[in-house]
């Protein structure tokens, strides 16, 4: 469903974009709201029916005097005086979309500014149930740890700053600029989003506030290439994945870009409405995406901030990164396919209360009942409670035997159900026909 509504409305941006450039019309604040206008309508067509969603144009958010272009919300907000803007209230806005119709250097530092301060306006809000569920998934996603391991001298201070960042995120509406012409090629967009950033370093006397991670855009389209962050939840970058134990946390693509619009924008509302996973398909294919930007905490001068790292690509290698990849679960062997079981009936595991594991352990060449934990561990589906228990730490985990093979994938969207249904012919060849 997902892929078919994003190649629907990326045919709809192209062909109303095409005929807006064609208008005689030189009136740049005709031509930005026609712009809005048409944004309003793809989001307008993206969201679904009976959950009380307004989509507003240039209008406000209690607590900031920016003016945003169009703004997604639960509920009407208070009307301006005399005008069709509305006001609403930090706690009903979901996602806030900022729109250029050209995009080059300083419009894209602009469409920066205007939601760089957005989290300030939520800083005290109380948070709701759902955006903790989503803080929980986007930490284990990204951490591959359990959020109770915070405040309990477990994580790292590389750890607790990503941690902080994840959780700040959850709690923010959804945060989209998009420019519907402009920049050529993916490589143009990226560097001139790091030339911008380069000139928002700060140094000894002069700090520069508002460039953290949670500051950064949740998705950036410039017409046919997407800059997106990598939060957690859908788009992640697991933490011990990234070299030398930086944050990937934005990437950049050419993929349909509204493809990369509803992920983000769908995310939100199936955690906020608990919409049913069947409105992503599959969920078995994820773009290809080539790392752009990668940060790291550090101390200087006794502040703590952010550096960040440029991935340097060519063209070429840009556009090697086509189509998408399939997910694949995790190959277990017969000892970690048992211990799983347990977690996916009991959640938890107390080896103290089934020492035979320990021999077992040894029996399938681990050294140590530690080795075969951190065995565990390193899947990102299971963290350490302590020295003896152990719990699972994804939502719907489904362990399964096919003949001499035991693979592990999550299910809550019924992802791993789907690849099997897929892959059944190579699963069991004996049933084909």
């Not at 989001?43 to 009976?50: A, H, M, N, Y």
Request: hydrophobic share 35%; with cysteine.
């Amino acid at each position: 469903m997902i892929d078919t509504l994003a190649d629907l409305l990326n045919e709809i941006s192209e062909k109303e974009n095409q005929r807006l450039k064609e208008l005689d019309i030189t009136h740049p604040p005709t031509i930005g709201a026609m712009y809005e206008g048409l944004t309003a309508d793809i989001l307008t067509k993206s969201i679904f029916k009976g959950l009380n969603l307004v989509v507003a144009k240039s209008s406000f958010i209690r607590g900031c005097y920016t003016e945003f272009d169009v703004i997604l919300a639960e509920g009407n907000g208070i009307p301006v005086p005399y005008t069709d803007k509305q006001e609403f209230t930090p706690e009903q806005v979901l996602a806030v979309i900022q729109v250029k119709k050209t995009f080059n250097a300083k419009e894209l530092g602009d469409s920066y500014e205007n939601l760089m301060h957005i989290p300030d306006i939520y800083d005290g809000i109380k948070p709701k149930e759902y955006m903790m569920t989503l803080a929980t998934d986007a930490i284990h996603n990204t951490l591959q740890r359990s959020i109770k391991d915070y405040g309990l001298d477990k994580l790292t201070e590389e750890e607790e700053y990503v941690y902080h960042s994840l959780v700040v995120d959850a709690q923010l509406p959804v945060t989209i600029v998009i420019g519907y012409n402009g920049l050529k090629s993916e490589g143009s967009l990226r560097e001139k989003y790091y030339d911008y950033l380069s000139g928002k370093i700060s140094s000894t006397g002069d700090y520069k506030k508002g460039y953290g991670p949670n500051n950064f855009p949740t998705l950036l389209i410039c017409g046919e290439f997407s800059i997106a962050k990598m939060s957690g939840s859908p788009f992640c970058a697991p933490l011990k994945q990234s070299e030398k134990g930086w944050w990937d946390f934005l990437a950049s693509s050419h993929y349909n870009p509204m493809y990369f619009f509803l992920e983000v924008l769908w995310s939100k509302l199936s955690y906020r409405y608990k919409l049913p996973p069947a409105i992503f398909g599959e969920d078995l294919e994820t773009p290809r995406m080539a790392p752009f930007l990668s940060c790291q905490i550090t101390n200087h001068d006794g502040r703590m901030g952010w550096n960040y790292w440029y991935h340097e690509f060519d063209n070429d290698s840009l556009k090697s990164l086509n189509g998408t990849d399939e997910w694949q679960p995790t190959t277990l062997n017969e000892i970690q396919y048992r211990v799983m079981n347990v977690l996916c009936v009991d959640g938890k595991l107390d080896f103290s209360e089934v020492p035979q594991i320990k021999e077992d352990a040894l029996s399938f060449g681990y050294e140590s009942l530690d080795d075969l934990i951190h065995s565990l561990c390193e899947t990102g589906m299971v963290a350490m409670l302590d020295d003896n228990r152990i719990e699972l730490i994804t939502r719907g985990c489904k362990v399964v035997m096919f003949g001499d093979k035991f693979l592990m994938g999550e299910n809550n969207s019924g992802r791993f159900d789907n690849w099997i249904k897929r892959h059944m012919d190579e699963l069991l060849p004996w049933k084909k026909g």
